[in-house]
T-cell receptor, first 115, second 109 residues
Framework: DTAVSQTPKYLVTQMGNDKSIKCEQN?????MYWYKQDSKKFLKIMFS???????INETVPNRFSPKSPDKAHLNLHINSLELGDSAVYFC??????????????FGPGTRLLVL | GQNIDQPTEMTATEGAIVQINCTYQ??????LFWYQQHAGEAPTFLSY??LDGLEEKGRFSSFLSRSKGYSYLLLKELQMKDSASYLC??????????WGAGTKLIIKP
């Protein structure tokens, strides 16, 4: 049973397109996250959601918007894709409400390539 | 600003011991994580330290000194499968997780 799953695993698209990445966790966790890992392998937090409320919103472009239909899902929608958006995007989840200090469980990642 | 420093890359021999260091300057401290990430895969949890001292878990141990802003991950009896990146992450006073850039560990036969 997959704890944190993401779809698609690979996404190749053209500049200017709009795309979504889906994430689901079956761990019953309260908090979910989106990370961007660039070519230098540095993990950067983008968003986290706790009980359907945004509690972290780092300085990411407003072309990126998280959408959480329920506690088990946190989808990432990206408008007007740019070349610099090419990266691996990881979804993660953790128990508790604090959002940062619980062990995080990561999804397998979505490899986005913008041409 | 907040900063976490780790060596970019280390090389060790199969069967040996390696120590990966992490130093941090953050606004407050509420714990330090070590994660392992194999190439092309997601990070996975290794350890969590919030008090000073050494935590041992099988072949892996993690040490913390809060006064020095310093931690290390010690890997014993290295195996080829230990080749991976090791990420240090600190929880700051706002309970936000600050990630280091990771140390790529290469194991040679």
């Amino acid at each position: 049973d997959t704890a944190v799953s993401q779809t698609p695993k690979y996404l190749v698209t053209q500049m200017g397109n709009d795309k979504s990445i889906k994430c689901e966790q079956n761990l019953g966790h309260d908090t979910m996250y989106w990370y961007k890992q660039d070519s230098k392998k540095f993990l950067k937090i983008m968003f986290s959601y706790n009980n359907k409320e945004l509690i972290i919103n780092e300085t990411v472009p407003n072309r990126f918007s998280p959408k959480s239909p329920d506690k088990a899902h946190l989808n990432l929608h990206i408008n007007s894709l740019e070349l610099g958006d090419s990266a691996v995007y990881f979804c993660a989840s953790s128990q508790g409400e604090a959002g940062g200090w619980e062990t995080q469980y990561f999804g397998p990642g979505t490899r986005l390539l913008v041409l | 600003g907040q900063n976490i420093d780790q060596p970019t890359e280390m090389t060790a021999t199969e069967g040996a011991i390696v120590q990966i260091n992490c130093t941090y300057q953050t606004s407050g401290f509420n714990g330090l994580f070590w994660y392992q990430q194999h190439a092309g895969e997601a990070p996975t949890f290794l350890s969590y330290n919030v008090l000073d001292g050494l935590e041992e878990k099988g072949r892996f141990s993690s040490f913390l000194s809060r006064s020095k802003g310093y931690s290390y991950l010690l890997l014993k009896e290295l195996q080829m499968k230990d080749s991976a990146s090791y990420l240090c992450a600190v929880v700051d006073s706002n309970y936000q997780l600050i990630w280091g850039a990771g140390t790529k560990l290469i194991i040679k036969p």
